[in-house]
């Protein structure tokens, strides 16, 4: 295996991973997420920053999936107001879920005492 196959293995098994701890089931074998990248053009502008590309599910719902994915930029991807019910849904949740954390965090124990 050379270099570039173990590298793209590597990046594939990491995003499997990040949707798995975000709840978001995944159906794209190894050839299908590498050929996505390959027609996008954008394999050596991936990440996580300002400019670079991400691959984003349509709508922010549904799984990862042939026809439910595409290869867009960062900002595109989050700046994409279109959520889905299912993923509003999941957003109140997580809020729900850790709002004493999130309490806590944006304001001290002796401010909220004195409100």
Known sequence: ???????????????????????????????????IWMQSGHWNDRG????DFVMARIGHAGPYRVGNVRIVTQERNTSDKQW?????ARMRACINRHRDKLIAARWPREQRASQ
């Open 1 to 35: 295996m050379n270099k570039t196959n173990y590298d793209a293995m590597r990046k594939y098994d990491v995003q499997i991973a990040d949707a798995k701890r975000r709840g978001i089931a995944w159906q794209l074998t190894f050839d299908e997420w590498w050929k």
């Open 48 to 51: 996580r920053n300002r400019g």
């Open 84 to 88: 889905s019910a299912e993923t509003r």
